[in-house]
């Protein structure tokens, strides 16, 4: 039984159709890519699926459990962690506070919160940061704790939105190695989006194209890589017939 | 858990010390002062800056920590003490007894109101929590079998009884008031290290992200919002047995629950000590502003200074007096 399973999923907004009949599956510990261009509705499927949206079709199903209209805390209990393209937390709350309170999804006590917050920040190699306040931090470690806070509420899947969005190279690849890190220490299936394909695509296992909403292609990175479909939809028509000549 | 929550509580350690010293201060001055006041008045101002400190302390917690900006808590404490009042002229019934029903009825109110209330969000909010406000001091003010806006007076006893909470000395009313601001300090103490605490300011800072941490962040503001409402009929009850008169002008008012939004914004939303030092300015403040002028017919000065500490400080540093404070602090 496939640890995530998206069914025929349809979102509308006025005038567009964001996702449309979207279905794929992901398997427990796998590493999933969605990749498509800016606009394809990745943001969207990711809120649909967690709750933020409500689908207008389609079920989602977590543990064989549909978990379709959940509001987006009952999806992370069910557990679910997300993170998101953009994070602007303001307050008072400093960098560790923030990651105790993913903590307190599953603890009451403010002791043992304490504690798990603390032992995150140390794989997420932030302790530097800890006392900060997120404001204060550059968008690298903005990214960084963001993730921390959602790998705080034990997660069985971790979704990422954008991982590298406004990473350079340099925090890109540390990224990337954080990613791989926390998927062999926590036991976590990451399903990750980007529109840079080359971020995602030597960490998945398998990867899925959105194209104007629609699921274009699925597959092994390599596969996805020669697809002409990928291709035209990354680069355009032109693009596609000059490799043919 | 409960051994835990008691020991948070009670343990400052981990303020700074200069706060703990503040705090030190503050405790010495409150117990000493009955001994070294000289005139009634400096006292009744004093026991009034103690019944804000309750009101703000409770207010900040849906308000502050939760960003809520809720005006309605003088509802809450008005109907807390015509409970009071209503149950001791009609039943004869004791301040101990009637106060529990009466922080009740505010608490259940809070829970109704904040339920269907708090879906709304940011300043849709705020403008429906006046509104029912408005409703509330309206239906006080025409409901005769209440006093309607004549009030309630409190049948006097012949000697001093603690069962009713009648003295002649304010001395006794000063340090009741006192420990229960101790108390509410107490409890605010436990909820900044609590699970709750930690939910709520994480809701303030962006909605989005606290529900994505798991967060019910609907139920969490419902339950500060009771919370707010027990602070408030714990200040009601003592309210009514302390002047022995309520009208729903003094209790019931909306210009009573901008006054404790004005006064915790002006010290400090969200922070321990913001709605303490909000009360320590205006209370006296407002008091001896309105002593002096009192008699020269010039009204609305007081509101227009609090507009004006308002402005400045909505400018400068929303976090108010406290804030100016922490950003001292964590400059040096
Ligand atoms: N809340 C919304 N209301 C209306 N249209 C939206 C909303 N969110 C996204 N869209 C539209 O849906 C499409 C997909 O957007 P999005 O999911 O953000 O794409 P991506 O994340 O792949 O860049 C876009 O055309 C976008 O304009
Ligand atoms: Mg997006």
Same mark, same amino acid.
């Given at each position: 039984?496939?640890?995530?399973?998206?069914?025929?999923?349809?979102?509308?907004?006025?005038?567009?159709?964001?996702?449309?009949?979207?279905?794929?599956?992901?398997?427990?510990?796998?590493?999933?890519?969605?990749?498509?261009?800016?606009?394809?509705?990745? #943001?969207?499927?990711?809120?649909?699926?967690?709750?933020?949206?409500?689908?207008?079709?389609? #079920?989602?199903?977590?543990?064989?459990?549909?978990?379709?209209?959940?509001?987006?805390?009952?999806?992370?209990?069910?557990?679910?962690?997300?993170?998101?393209?953009?994070?602007?937390?303001?307050?008072?709350?400093?960098?560790?506070?923030?990651?105790?309170?993913?903590?307190?999804?599953?603890?009451?006590?403010?002791?043992?919160?304490?504690?798990?917050?603390?032992?995150?920040?140390?794989?997420?190699?932030?302790?530097?940061?800890?006392?900060?306040?997120?404001?204060?931090?550059?968008?690298?470690?903005?990214?960084? !704790?963001?993730?921390?806070?959602?790998?705080?509420?034990?997660?069985?899947?971790?979704?990422?939105?954008?991982?590298?969005?406004?990473?350079?190279?340099?925090?890109?690849?540390?990224?990337?190695?954080?990613?791989?890190?926390?998927?062999?220490?926590?036991?976590?299936?990451?399903?990750?989006?980007?529109?840079?394909?080359?971020?995602?695509?030597?960490?998945?296992?398998?990867?899925?194209?959105?194209?104007?909403?629609?699921?274009?292609?699925?597959?092994?990175?390599?596969?996805?890589?020669?697809?002409?479909?990928?291709?035209?939809?990354?680069?355009?028509?032109?693009?596609?017939?000059?490799?043919?000549? | 858990?409960?051994?835990?929550?008691?020991?948070?509580?009670?343990?400052?350690?981990?303020?700074?010390?200069?706060?703990?010293?503040?705090?030190?201060?503050?405790?010495?001055?409150?117990?000493?002062?009955?001994?070294?006041?000289?005139?009634?008045?400096?006292?009744?101002?004093?026991?009034?800056?103690?019944?804000?400190?309750?009101?703000?302390?409770?207010?900040?917690?849906?308000?502050?920590?939760?960003?809520?900006?809720?005006?309605?808590?003088?509802?809450? !404490?008005?109907?807390?003490?015509?409970?009071?009042?209503?149950?001791?002229?009609?039943?004869?019934?004791?301040?101990?007894?009637?106060?529990?029903?009466?922080?009740?009825?505010? #608490?259940?109110?809070?829970?109704?109101?904040?339920?269907?209330?708090?879906?709304?969000?940011?300043?849709?909010?705020?403008?429906?929590?006046?509104?029912?406000?408005?409703?509330?001091?309206?239906?006080?003010?025409?409901?005769?079998?209440?006093?309607?806006?004549?009030?309630?007076?409190?049948?006097?006893?012949?000697?001093?009884?603690?069962?009713?909470?009648?003295?002649?000395?304010?001395?006794?009313?000063?340090?009741?008031?006192?420990?229960?601001?101790?108390?509410?300090?107490?409890?605010?103490?436990?909820?900044?290290?609590?699970?709750?605490?930690?939910?709520?300011?994480?809701?303030?800072?962006?909605?989005?992200?606290?529900?994505?941490?798991?967060?019910?962040?609907?139920? !969490?503001?419902?339950?500060?919002?009771?919370?707010?409402?027990?602070?408030?009929?714990?200040?009601?009850?003592?309210?009514?047995?302390?002047?022995?008169?309520?009208?729903?002008?003094?209790?019931?008012?909306?210009?009573?629950?901008?006054?404790?939004?004005?006064?915790?914004?002006?010290?400090?939303?969200?922070?321990?000590?913001?709605?303490?030092?909000?009360?320590?300015?205006?209370?006296?403040?407002?008091?001896?502003?309105?002593?002096?002028?009192?008699?020269?017919?010039?009204?609305?000065?007081?509101?227009?200074?609090?507009?004006?500490?308002?402005?400045?400080?909505?400018?400068?540093?929303?976090?108010?007096?406290?804030?100016?404070?922490?950003?001292?602090?964590?400059?040096?």
């Amino acid at each position: 039984m496939a640890l995530l399973e998206v069914i025929g999923l349809t979102k509308k907004f006025v005038g567009v159709v964001a996702n449309d009949r979207i279905s794929f599956e992901i398997e427990k510990g796998e590493i999933v890519g969605l990749i498509g261009p800016n606009g394809a509705g990745k #943001t969207t499927l990711f809120n649909c699926i967690v709750g933020y949206h409500k689908p207008d079709q389609g #079920t989602v199903k977590f543990n064989g459990k549909p978990i379709t209209g959940f509001k987006p805390f009952q999806t992370n209990r069910a557990g679910i962690g997300r993170t998101f393209q953009i994070m602007s937390i303001s307050g008072s709350l400093s960098v560790s506070e923030n990651v105790m309170v993913g903590s307190f999804c599953r603890v009451s006590d403010s002791r043992t919160a304490r504690q798990e917050a603390a032992e995150i920040l140390n794989l997420m190699e932030l302790e530097q940061e800890a006392q900060a306040r997120m404001n204060e931090l550059p968008i690298a470690a903005q990214k960084r !704790v963001g993730l921390a806070m959602a790998l705080a509420t034990k997660p069985k899947i971790l979704m990422l939105d954008e991982v590298a969005a406004g990473l350079n190279p340099r925090e890109t690849e540390e990224m990337v190695a954080l990613l791989q890190k926390i998927h062999a220490a926590k036991d976590l299936t990451l399903f990750v989006t980007e529109h840079v394909m080359e971020v995602v695509m030597p960490i998945s296992q398998r990867i899925i194209v959105l194209d104007g909403g629609q699921k274009i292609a699925e597959g092994k990175p390599r596969d996805i890589a020669n697809d002409e479909r990928v291709i035209r939809a990354y680069l355009g028509e032109k693009y596609v017939e000059g490799r043919k000549h | 858990m409960p051994m835990h929550a008691l020991k948070d509580a009670l343990s400052f350690g981990d303020l700074p010390a200069s706060e703990r010293i503040g705090f030190a201060i503050f405790i010495a001055f409150c117990l000493v002062f009955p001994w070294i006041s000289k005139g009634s008045f400096a006292q009744a101002v004093m026991i009034q800056f103690l019944i804000f400190c309750l009101y703000g302390l409770g207010w900040n917690l849906i308000g502050g920590y939760g960003g809520q900006v809720a005006l309605g808590q003088a509802k809450n !404490v008005g109907m807390s003490a015509y409970t009071v009042a209503l149950f001791m002229v009609w039943w004869d019934v004791p301040f101990w007894f009637s106060t529990p029903i009466g922080v009740i009825i505010a #608490t259940v109110e809070s829970f109704i109101l904040g339920y269907f209330l708090l879906r709304l969000k940011g300043h849709y909010f705020a403008i429906a929590t006046i509104c029912v406000s408005l409703v509330w001091q309206q239906l006080f003010v025409n409901w005769d079998l209440i006093g309607g806006a004549r009030g309630v007076e409190l049948p006097l006893k012949e000697t001093p009884n603690f069962v009713y909470m009648q003295f002649t000395s304010p001395i006794y009313y000063h340090y009741f008031a006192f420990v229960l601001v101790m108390g509410a300090i107490l409890f605010m103490n436990w909820f900044r290290k609590s699970r709750l605490g930690y939910q709520l300011r994480a809701i303030s800072a962006n909605e989005e992200v606290a529900e994505s941490l798991g967060i019910n962040i609907h139920w !969490v503001k419902v339950k500060a919002y009771c919370i707010t409402g027990v602070f408030a009929g714990m200040g009601g009850a003592f309210y009514a047995v302390y002047y022995n008169y309520i009208d729903p002008f003094s209790v019931m008012h909306l210009e009573l629950s901008i006054m404790i939004a004005l006064m915790t914004m002006i010290g400090g939303a969200g922070s321990m000590w913001g709605p303490i030092i909000g009360a320590m300015i205006l209370i006296p403040m407002d008091r001896y502003l309105g002593a002096w002028l009192g008699g020269s017919g010039i009204v609305g000065v007081d509101f227009m200074i609090y507009a004006f500490m308002v402005m400045v400080i909505a400018a400068y540093e929303p976090r108010g007096i406290w804030g100016i404070i922490e950003k001292a602090r964590r400059r040096r």
